[in-house]
């Protein structure tokens, strides 16, 4: 095997260029995704509690709402009701983790490819092994985007669903006699959404590049 020899020429080539943005690309993907954090809020008023009180569902990576319990202001009882039984509906985190997993792999992969580009050209360019070896890779990889970044745009619509107003008729409390609850507010997902752009965004850069 050749030693490694840094050659920065096929950065200014589609070759190596793409790869770079594929890499950057990557990097939005997991990252607009896997640092999520957020909440939900309602807002809880009762007969025998003149004052209203605002409880909370915090939730994040890797969406396992399951077990994002509602939280009271100082932990008291609002209406009787011991909120903390009660739960977000869904878990996602098949979806999600497969997304940012195989988006972590990606960039892992990009840092390799270029290393291989810039220090052993002659040996990628001189070895039929390598170059196909890079093309099929190239389409496994832009198939399992449109896979993962498919199945994170389904669920990122389910968790908006099942954090946002909706949740005032599943939650069982709320359905009481003499509780009135009022949905207040849901962090927004303006990351979640760049990320599921990114996926598409990657799927088409790889697909570009086969």
Known sequence: MSSFQLN????????GFIKVLEWI????????????KGKTEILVSCVKEPENKTITAAFGYPFRLNEASFQ???DVTVCGVDWKKYVLIGDYSSSTQFYVTFAVFVFLY???ALLLYVGYTNLYRDSRK???TDFVI???????WLVSTSAWAT???DIKSATGSNIVQELKPCNLQGVVCQFVSVTSMGSLN???IFGFLNMILWGGNA
């Open 25 to 36: 690309a990557s990097i939005f993907a997991f990252a607009t995704c896997g640092g999520f």
């Open 130 to 132: 390598l170059t196909m």
């Open 8 to 15: 920065l020429n096929p950065l200014k080539e589609p070759l």
């Open 194 to 196: 760049v990320s599921v």
């Open 138 to 144: 190239t389409i496994v990889v832009t198939f399992l």
């Open 72 to 74: 009271t202001p100082q």
């Open 155 to 157: 669920a990122l619509t």
């Open 110 to 112: 990009c840092i390799a």
